[in-house]
């Protein structure tokens, strides 16, 4: 691939080739990169893909013709993007032993959030994500999905208690540094002392630091820590279904937009796309 150009892997909607952007089809047979006229052979970039599999994709199965058609009328077609806008964020995930599943599905769809929001601005993300005895990790702030998804690669859950007041701690330390514009907490369970959660939570609301946390499973008691998070920050909470990775793709997307471009660019995506996700308490 030459210097010029990079490839953003999107799963589902569009990848960016450069500055430019060519359909993706949406089933896990057909994830590769298309540049024009050619495929850009190289496994590091999707997530969750055996060698195997990528090479036996079919390039076939896809019109090329219509690919160069697509490509004709978006050369042709200026894109405006908003310059000097830009957001970082914290992508948080509890990696204890019963998030596997979710890890995997979060391991596939985290580059959305960097195409969507490409769009608009700049978006620069941190993984942070707990599991184990007390192992913590909190990576780079990044601009570049395979950064993020190098992080995350060989990456297994492992059994231990959640560690939710150091992630809120690290967010806090990091904002003091530099702003952040939102924090994602990805989890099942809360296991730690919930008034100084509280604490945490509202020392981030009060410095304008919000906390979209999403919950899955039946866990009441985390979903209620969850909850309180993000009421007490200025976030938003939303639950989810891993076994449903369309529903987290979308909510990431939304959040990334709403870091880079705040709740008046969210809005605009929510209507453009004829749906609304995260929604924000009016007192927010």
Known sequence: MGSSEFAVPVFGGYSAIGQRVVPRPNSDAD??????????????????????????????????????AFLDKVDRTPVVRSAGRSGRLIFALDATASRQATWDVAMDIQAQMFAESSLIGRLSVQLVYYRGFQEFFAGQFSSDPAHILRDMAGVYCVGGRTQIT?????????HKNAKVDALILV??????????????????????????????????????????????????????????????????????????????????????????????????
């Open 166 to 174: 150091q992630v809120l701690r690290h967010a806090l330390k990091e």
């Open 187 to 284: 989890g099942d369970a809360c296991e730690e002392n919930i008034d100084l959660i509280a604490d945490l939570a509202g020392q981030m609301g009060v410095n304008s630091l919000p906390v979209f946390t999403f919950h899955e499973g039946p866990d009441v008691e985390g979903r209620r820590a969850f909850e309180e998070i993000s009421r007490l920050s200025g976030g938003v909470f939303s639950a989810f279904d891993s076994s449903s990775p369309e529903t987290l793709r979308r909510l990431l997307s939304e959040v990334a937009i709403f870091a880079v471009g705040g709740k008046d660019e969210l809005r605009r995506f929510q209507k453009q796309n004829g749906q609304r996700l995260i929604r924000f308490d009016q007192r927010n």
């Open 31 to 68: 994830r590769f990169f298309l540049k024009r006229g050619t495929r850009v052979e190289d496994s590091r970039w999707i997530a969750g893909m055996s060698e195997k599999k990528y090479k036996s994709t079919a390039v076939s199965s896809l019109r090329m013709s219509e690919v160069e």
